[in-house]
Nanobody, 126 residues
């Protein structure tokens, strides 16, 4: 069992930055891929970024590429999402989740992920 806790969300003006953290307990994340997803009111949960277990591969949604960066610190059992040049359309609840299969690729589908965190709200004002 892996327990995930997201933090770092908040209210920021367009063009600003935030860094989200996903801290894990109960089991090491070092053998798992981890993804960040977001869900805006009335919309489906969507993939934002992911990193494989070894950090040799990352993946991003087209809408955030070049603005967001995912990284991991296995010593701290934490995954980060650095978000720069935020836009109002980035407003959503952000979740991290674990892909329990140790593979090299990053998978973007929600159905591959288990052990979800409770989410952290990101609001970007125009």
């Amino acid at each position: 069992q892996v327990h995930l806790v997201e933090s770092g969300g908040g209210l920021v003006q367009a063009g600003g930055s935030l860094r989200l953290s996903c801290a894990a307990s109960g089991r090491t994340l070092s053998t798992y891929g981890v993804g960040w997803f977001r869900q805006a009111p009335g919309k489906e949960r969507e993939f934002v970024a992911g990193i494989n277990w070894s950090a040799s591969s990352t993946g991003y949604a087209g809408s955030v590429k070049a603005r967001f960066t995912i990284s991991r610190d296995n010593a701290l059992n934490t995954i980060y999402l650095q978000m720069n040049n935020l836009k109002p359309e980035d407003t959503a609840e952000y979740f991290c989740a674990v892909d329990p299969v140790q593979i090299t690729v990053v998978r973007a589908s929600v159905r591959f992920y288990t052990y979800w965190g409770q989410g952290t709200q990101v609001t970007v004002s125009s």
